[in-house]
């Protein structure tokens, strides 16, 4: 009988099969495969690029605030932006998990690529190269912008932690490693933008020029590894278990084994049996009626469609969606509380907050500094990660609720606005160090963790399922962010009192400038400057200090 006959009902062949083909959903057996090996760790790096690749969009717009601010002058852009790209990103996960098998990973993760590229592309040369819009209209566009990011971007970032789910879990801290990797980078592209470009515009453009080509990058690294041996096999691992026979309690089946040894007949039918209801997938060229050793039904695996009255949207298919749901949801819920609360702390903080802290030495780079101390923390969090085994649900909470006390802290770093309680630029940058690693190690391990402890069929919903809870803190921290934002008074007496201007400060008139002066960068030593005055004005504090005493 051809393969092709046996698409609906099947045999399978037993023993341990010769490989004939690279894909994996035309073989019936799996469990004694050995698994492909990930030669040089690439589909490990390529994981980790696709997670630097669905947050590149976002930390690009949070990391070129100092352009933003200038631009929109006494707006929380920040805080707006933020706060947009989470409600939008809620709303994306609810109906990404309600059209999880609607989509196919490929494509979803594909829609989000190019969603990016192409909101990049409209920024970098609309908006910030011809600056086509006024400034109102301007402010509107880039939230507009942030939106669309959102949708492709939480699409791909759902997909990614679907997909692997289903890999060895140590993919799933690869992702999780890249989200970081993203941070850092982008931290560091802005720095050195701002370091070597003089002109605000100008290092901005370039800015966004890097994020676009890294975005592309990603998407290219992405299909060479799709199609690979590695990734084919657990995949249809995966999809095998969805196949795999369920008998009721009253069912029985046998497998009537051949004298080659190789083929088997797999008979299923109820107790007792009736006279003709015998229900049987059977390969003519046998004769059922030979001696039957019994096989436990989970030692074959039978490829077969769907059947139609199956696949469609009805209430018994919500039905089956919701248990399934709950099944997972009774078998990872600390692992979701403890995502949830992770990321709700992180949010109240970070980067809205964050990026509010005030410092009389460094000017406009401290909240680049906080963001960039905060994202290397987390890469180093999430690298830590990977040994997970003192982690259990309970001490996840139990360290997740604990991480609340942060936003306290944090916030007596901005307020009162004139006085700060924590005034030291060191104390910022202890707490923006804190706040990342264990962003990175509590953030990280649910999400590795969750996966291994639900039946393999389950494992794409559990990623999608955590994604949603992961949202769900960052809105509910966003949130609370923008009401810290509006509870704290206005500046209305700065704390350095009358600043002192400096190169980085000076609100260039950007809508003039000419190609050539956005493209010139000469060598800029500012920040040098910026950070030995800082570390001398500390000595001779710290000598003030002792003479008083």
């Avoid at 046996?6 to 994996?24: E, F, I, M, V």
């Avoid at 997909?159 to 789910?165: A, E, L, P, V």
């Avoid at 029985?252 to 049996?273: C, F, H, M, R, W």
């Avoid at 059947?307 to 949801?329: D, F, H, M, P």
């Amino acid at each position: 009988m051809s393969e092709e006959g046996n698409d609906a009902h099947g045999y399978a062949k037993l023993g341990r099969p010769r490989r004939d083909t690279n894909d994996y959903h035309s073989r019936g057996v799996f469990t004694n495969l050995s698994p492909p090996i990930d030669a040089y760790n690439a589909v490990y790096l390529a994981f980790v690029l696709g997670g630097a690749g669905f947050l590149l969009p976002y930390n690009s717009f949070i990391m070129a605030m100092d352009y933003f601010k200038v631009r929109y002058p006494g707006m929380p852009v920040v805080f707006d932006m933020s706060l947009v790209y989470i409600a939008v990103a809620l709303a994306t996960v609810l109906g990404n998990n309600l059209l999880v098998e609607t989509f196919s990973l490929n494509s979803r993760i594909n829609f989000g690529y190019i969603v990016s590229f192409l909101t990049l592309m409209f920024v970098v040369l609309c908006e910030v190269w011809w600056e086509a819009f006024g400034s109102a209209t301007s402010y509107t566009v880039n939230l507009a912008a942030v939106a669309i990011v959102a949708i492709g971007c939480t699409v791909q970032q759902s997909s990614f932690y679907g997909y692997t789910s289903m890999l060895p879990p140590k993919y799933t801290q690869a992702v999780m490693v890249g989200e970081s990797t993203s941070g850092v980078f982008t931290s560091m592209v802005r720095v050195l933008t701002r370091f070597f470009i003089k002109e605000l515009r100008g290092s901005t453009i370039y800015f966004f020029t890097v994020s676009v080509s890294s975005v592309t990058t990603c998407f290219a690294t992405y299909h060479l590894i799709r199609r690979t041996d590695f990734i084919q096999f657990y995949i249809a691992l995966c999809e095998r278990a969805k196949t795999r026979i369920t008998l009721e309690p009253t069912e029985d089946a046998g497998l009537i084994e051949t004298n080659d040894s190789q083929y088997g007949v797999l008979k299923i039918q109820s107790s007792p049996p009736p006279t003709g209801n015998t229900l049987s997938f059977a390969n003519p060229a046998y004769e059922p009626s030979a001696p039957v050793p019994t096989y436990k039904v989970e030692d074959v695996v039978i490829r077969g469609r769907h059947s139609v009255s199956n696949s469609g949207v009805g209430l018994s298919s919500i039905k089956r969606g919701l248990q399934a749901r709950w099944e997972v949801t009774k078998a990872i819920y600390p692992y979701m509380i403890s995502i949830c609360l992770v990321y709700f702390a992180t949010l109240c903080l970070y980067p809205g907050i964050a990026s509010e802290v005030v410092s009389c030495h460094l000017g406009s780079w401290m909240p680049i500094l906080m963001m960039a101390l905060f994202n290397g923390a987390d890469l180093i969090g999430k690298m830590l990660a990977s040994s997970a085994r003192y982690w259990t649900g309970a001490r996840l909470v139990r360290c997740s609720v604990a991480r609340l006390v942060m936003i306290p802290l944090m916030i007596m770093c901005v307020a009162p606005r004139a006085n700060p309680i924590f005034s030291a630029e060191v104390t910022a940058f202890t707490f923006s160090l804190f706040l990342g690693l264990t962003n990175g190690v509590l953030g990280s391990v649910p999400m590795i963790q969750a996966p291994t402890k639900v039946e393999d069929r389950h494992r794409e919903l559990t990623g999608n399922m955590m994604t949603l809870l992961y949202m769900f803190g960052l809105a509910a921290g966003s949130l609370v962010a923008y009401s810290i934002e509006n509870i704290l008074s206005p500046v209305q007496e700065h704390p350095c009192g009358a600043l002192v201007a400096n190169p980085l400060q000076i609100k260039t008139d950007i809508s003039n400038s000419s190609a050539e002066s956005l493209l010139s960068h000469p060598p800029a030593t500012t920040l040098i400057n910026l950070l030995s005055s800082y570390i001398k004005s500390t000595v001779v504090e710290l000598n003030t200090t002792d003479i008083n005493k």
